[in-house]
C-alpha cells in the first residue's frame, strides 16, 4: 500500500513515474499536473495578484492544490469566481480569529484508535488517507494530524482490530482527507476488510472527487465499490452548481447505475453560495445527477477559514426561503457540529 500520508502531490508524481499510461491510471496523471502555485492558477485564469483583495500568499502548509479542469470551470479574469474563492489562498487566512482553532470540531476526543474516529451511534469514521485531489481553504481537518499512529498499513490494521472487537457498529464512513485518493488496489483491499466485520450493513464514504477530479471514477472503481456485501453510500461534497460540469454528472450517473445511493454535503461559504439562487441551482443540479442534498454545513470554526462564516442566523434564513421554493426533498438539511453533540444538529 502506498504511504498515505505522502502530500498528494508527491505520490500523484511518483504514481505517474511508475506506471504505464494506460487508461484506468489517466487520473493520476491529471493529479500531477495539478496547480500547486498561486500565480500559475491566477495565469490560468486570467488575473494578476494586483487584482486581488485581499492579496493572495504562498502558504507553507496546507499548500495550494488544484487540478486544472476545475480550474477550467472558473469564469475568467473574475477575481470573486466562487469556485477560485473556494481554493485560492489569501492573507485572510493568516490572521487569528478568537474562538477558531486547529480542531474545532474535537476530533481529538473522538479518537477511537489512530485513524478512527466514533462521535455517533452505530457508525465509526475511517480517516483512510490524508490526500486530496484539491486544497478547500475552509477545510475543518486542515490542521488535522494525519500523520500519528504509523504508516497507513499500521493504522488499518489497527483501526479493524478496534472494529471486529466491538459490536453495534453498523456503518463505516471511509474519509479523509479522501478516501478515493486511494489506488484501487488499497481501496479493494479495505473494502474487503470492511466486509468481513459481521455487524455492518453499510459501508459510506465522503468524497469531493466525482466532481474534482470524474476520471477516477471508472468503471472498475464502480464495480469494486458496489459489489460486496454491503450497501454502498457515497456523500459527495459539491457547493455550487457551477462545479457539476458533463464530466461531473457522468462520474455520479456512473455511480448511480452501479447501484450506490448518492448524497450531498456542502458548506455554506461567504462569497460562494450564500444566496437563495445559487442553492436553489445547486439542488436542481444535483438532483439532475441524481443526487440528493443531505446537509448544508455551517462553517466549523477552523483556524484560518473566518472569512468564509456565515452567521447562524442568516443561514437560517437563507435555508426558510429555499423551501419556500423547492420540493422538500431537495431541501438540505442545515447543520452545525457541536463538538460532544450526539449528532450532527440541525437548524433547519
Ligand atoms: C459527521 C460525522 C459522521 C456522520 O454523521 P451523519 O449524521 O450520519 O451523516 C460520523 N462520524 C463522525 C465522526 C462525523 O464527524
Ligand atoms: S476535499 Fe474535503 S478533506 Fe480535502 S481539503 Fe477539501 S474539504 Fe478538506
Known amino acids: 500500500m502506498p504511504d498515505g500520508n505522502q502530500t498528494p502531490n508527491v505520490s500523484a508524481k511518483a504514481a505517474v513515474m511508475a506506471g504505464p499510461a494506460v487508461e484506468a491510471q489517466s487520473w493520476k496523471r491529471e493529479l500531477a499536473t495539478a496547480f500547486t502555485d498561486t500565480e500559475a492558477l491566477l495565469d490560468f485564469v486570467g488575473l494578476t495578484p494586483a487584482q486581488l483583495d485581499p492579496a493572495m500568499i504562498s502558504p507553507r502548509r496546507f499548500p495550494l492544490l488544484v487540478p486544472r479542469r476545475f480550474a477550467a ?24 480569529t478568537p474562538g477558531y482553532q486547529a480542531d474545532p470540531v474535537d476530533d481529538a476526543a473522538a479518537r477511537w484508535v489512530p485513524g478512527l474516529l466514533q462521535k455517533y451511534a452505530r457508525r465509526a469514521l475511517l480517516i483512510t488517507t490524508g490526500a486530496c485531489a484539491v486544497h478547500c481553504r ?14 497507513q498499513h499500521d493504522r488499518f490494521a489497527g483501526a479493524l482490530a478496534a472494529l471486529s472487537a466491538s459490536t ?17 488496489d488499497a481501496l479493494a483491499a479495505l473494502l474487503a476488510a470492511i466486509e468481513q466485520l459481521p455487524a455492518l450493513k453499510r459501508v459510506r464514504l465522503h468524497t ?17 465499490l458496489a459489489g460486496g456485501r454491503l450497501q454502498p453510500v457515497v456523500v459527495v461534497h459539491i457547493n455550487h452548481p457551477a462545479e457539476l460540469d458533463e464530466p461531473a454528472r457522468s462520474a455520479l450517473l456512473r455511480l448511480s447505475e452501479h447501484g450506490v445511493s448518492l448524497l450531498n454535503q456542502s458548506v455554506l461559504l461567504r462569497g460562494v453560495n450564500d444566496d437563495l439562487e445559487t442553492l436553489s441551482r445547486l439542488s436542481d ?30 443561514g437560517r434564513a437563507l435555508v426558510a426561503r429555499l423551501r419556500e421554493c423547492l420540493p422538500g426533498y431537495l431541501v438540505p438539511r442545515l447543520v452545525r457540529e457541536r463538538p ?3 449528532s450532527k444538529t440541525v437548524l433547519v
Open 73 to 96: 470551470l472558473m469564469r475568467r479574469s473574475d477575481p470573486n469566481d466562487p469556485l477560485l474563492r473556494q481554493v485560492l489562498p489569501t492573507a485572510a487566512e493568516t490572521q487569528p
Open 138 to 151: 475552509y477545510c475543518f481537518r486542515r490542521h488535522f494530524p494525519y500523520n500519528e499512529g504509523g504508516t
Open 168 to 184: 453495534g457498529i453498523e456503518e463505516v464512513i471511509l474519509s479523509g482527507g479522501d478516501p478515493l485518493m486511494l489506488d484501487d
Open 208 to 224: 469531493r472527487i466525482p466532481s474534482i477530479l470524474p476520471s477516477r471514477i471508472t468503471g472498475a472503481l464502480c464495480a469494486a
Open 285 to 314: 443540479a444535483l438532483f439532475s445527477a441524481r443526487v440528493l442534498p443531505y446537509y448544508l454545513h455551517l462553517l466549523d470554526p477552523v483556524s484560518g477559514a473566518a472569512h468564509f462564516d456565515i452567521p447562524e442566523q442568516a
Open 340 to 342: 460532544g453533540a450526539a
